[in-house]
């Protein structure tokens, strides 16, 4: 399996060694706390970097979850399901290993929505 965070070059955290099973469901989570970025697999740290650069949604870069085109990781698609994708600005979610959740993100419709 191959989970890799890349900001503008290399990849600066990745997973290449991990060997995963087809028809299994994995929690991952890839964190960026301060200038560290921290991949989690069923909330085990399975690799880490360092990413300084401020990342900001109005200039003209592309988010891209599930494939890429990464220096060093190319051309690499997910080929699978995705659910519950979330994604946190201002909080790192883990900042150290964690037990993954056994339910689905339970979220509430504001009222007035």
Known sequence: ???AFSSRGPAIA???GSTVNTSQWYHIAVVRNGSTVTIYRDGISVGSGSDTVSHNPSTA???MIGGGS???FN???FNGYLDDLRITKGYARYTSNFTPPT???NISTPSGA
Do not use: E, I
């Open 14 to 16: 990745s997973d290449t």
């Open 103 to 105: 339910f689905a993100l």
């Open 75 to 77: 051309n690499f698609y």
């Open 70 to 72: 990464a220096t060093g």
């Open 61 to 63: 870069t592309t988010l």
């Open 1 to 3: 399996m191959t989970v």
